[in-house]
Every structure is written in C-alpha cells, then in structure tokens.
C-alpha cells in the first residue's frame, strides 16, 4: 500500500542511514531522489468507500444467523471465488462459520489489525478479557489487553471449544500468520476468503480499492465513534496503536469529522 510505501521511506531516511552514520550528502541525495520518485508514481487516489454503520449491523446479524442456522448458510468460499478449491460443497461448514465470527466480533470490539487478530492465542482468551500482540515498525511487538464484553464471548466462546477439542495443540486462535496456519486452526487464505463470501452474501460493495472486503475499515468506523463520544485524536492514536496522532489524522481520521470541520 502506499502508506505503507510512505512509512518505511520515511523510516529510511529519518532514522535507518542516520543510524549507520551515512554521510550527510548522500542522505540529502536519497531523499531526493525518493521525492522524485514518489512524485513519479502518484496518480489519482482511488475509492475507498470504508464500511457504513448499518453493514457493520448487517454482517454482524448475517454471521449469527448462519451460526445458528448453519443449513441455511450458502457457500460462502463460491460467493467469494467461484472457482476456489473451496466451492464444490453445498455448504460452508459450521466450524468455518463459528471461526468467521469469532474472527469477526473480536476485531469489531478491539479495532484490532487483521495480523493482530489472527495471531490471539487460545491460552490468551477469556471471558474478561483477550490480548493480542501489535507490531511496531516490524522490529518488535506489544501487548494489547482488551476487554471482553459478555456478548462478544458468547460469539467467541463456542469456536474456542472447538479449538480445544478438535486442535489440542494450537497455540493461535486463527493462524500464525496471513500466509500460513502453522500452530493455529485455520488457512488464513480460507478465512479471508469466507470473510469476503459473508460481505458479498449480504449484498456488500468492496469496502477499498482494489475491489478489497476489509474489516480493517472498522478502524476508521472507531475514529468515527469516538469523534462523536468526545475523544480527541490523542486517545484515538493510543486506542487505534498509532506511532503517533499525525498516522491517525492522516491515514484513519473519519472523513465525516474533517467535513464537519469545514
């Protein structure tokens, strides 16, 4: 993503060459040519429309429905991609449906990074609380304590059992990362892939561009939320696990609040 193209530049030669004692000049130089660079490169932002509040609602009711129902659940890796491995059953099974909504509730109630969330792990979820690990500058992680609203654990709770008894050995709630299981429960790909069949089941437009169903959009919902409670972008930065405010307000500061400031 650009942003992320704009952070690790901005890494570069803020702090990675002054580090290794670079000579001044050729610091200077980089960082120009990187400004030529990006200049180069820019081009027309595309849409990111984000997630609306009545979705949000929507999806959530959808993935409780299914759960209860699981007979009445479609397919949700065709809905996604036709022609997955995944779509020759006339189903999504439970267990999939039970690990989509934990995956789901847990982000929604945390604004937590799809990476973060994947790597909770079992031993680390409760009924008061879970803790999940956030990366910094991918040099180092911290742990983030969340506490856990009763009707978040009712969705949580029964998808951890099944963890526990059918993969006695996992260590993460979902997968250790967005590439691989390994000592978690579930194919990270087959957990996006039912997430994006979920949004598309109940009519959802891509959330960002690219043609992208993210619910890292909610991050943004939370700016909006707290925006309206009276927080400042101080405490948002802090919530959200922001390098500092200026992230927040340029990247994840609702859009509604900067025209409310017009």
């Not at 792990?121 to 910094?136: G, L, P, Y």
């Not at 069949?197 to 909006?224: F, Q």
């Not at 009276?230 to 696990?241: D, K, P, R, Y």
Request: overall charge positive.
């Amino acid at each position: 993503a650009q942003t992320t193209l704009d952070s690790y530049l901005g890494y570069l030669t803020g702090k990675v060459l002054i580090y290794g004692e670079v000579n001044a000049r050729i610091v200077e130089e980089v960082k120009t040519q990187v400004t030529i660079i990006k200049k180069g490169m820019k081009k027309r932002k595309a849409v990111h429309r984000g997630i609306e509040e009545d979705e949000i609602v929507e999806f959530m009711r959808s993935l409780d429905e299914m759960c209860e129902k699981p007979e009445t659940a479609p397919n949700l890796s065709k809905k996604a991609n036709p022609n997955s491995s995944n779509a020759k059953s006339k189903r999504t099974s439970h267990h999939l449906l039970l690990a989509l909504r934990a995956y789901a509730y847990l982000t929604l109630v945390s604004a937590g990074r799809a990476d973060s969330i994947r790597r909770i792990r079992i031993s680390e979820v409760n009924e008061d609380f879970f803790i999940r690990e956030i990366s910094k500058m991918r040099t180092y992680s911290e742990e983030v304590r969340t506490r856990m609203p009763g009707w978040v654990f009712e969705r949580v709770k029964p998808y951890l059992e099944y963890c526990r008894e059918n993969h006695p050995d996992a260590i993460f709630l979902f997968s250790e990362n967005e590439n691989k299981r390994g000592k978690g429960t579930i194919n990270p790909k087959t957990l996006q892939e039912i997430k994006k069949g979920a949004m598309k089941n109940i009519g959802m437009e891509p959330t960002s561009a690219g043609g992208l169903y993210r619910l890292h959009d909610l991050r943004t919902v939370w700016c909006n939320w707290m925006d309206k409670g009276g927080a400042s972008v101080e405490q948002m930065s802090v919530f959200l696990g922001h390098s500092s405010p200026k992230v927040t307000t340029k990247y994840y500061f609702a859009s509604k609040h900067k025209e409310r400031m017009r």
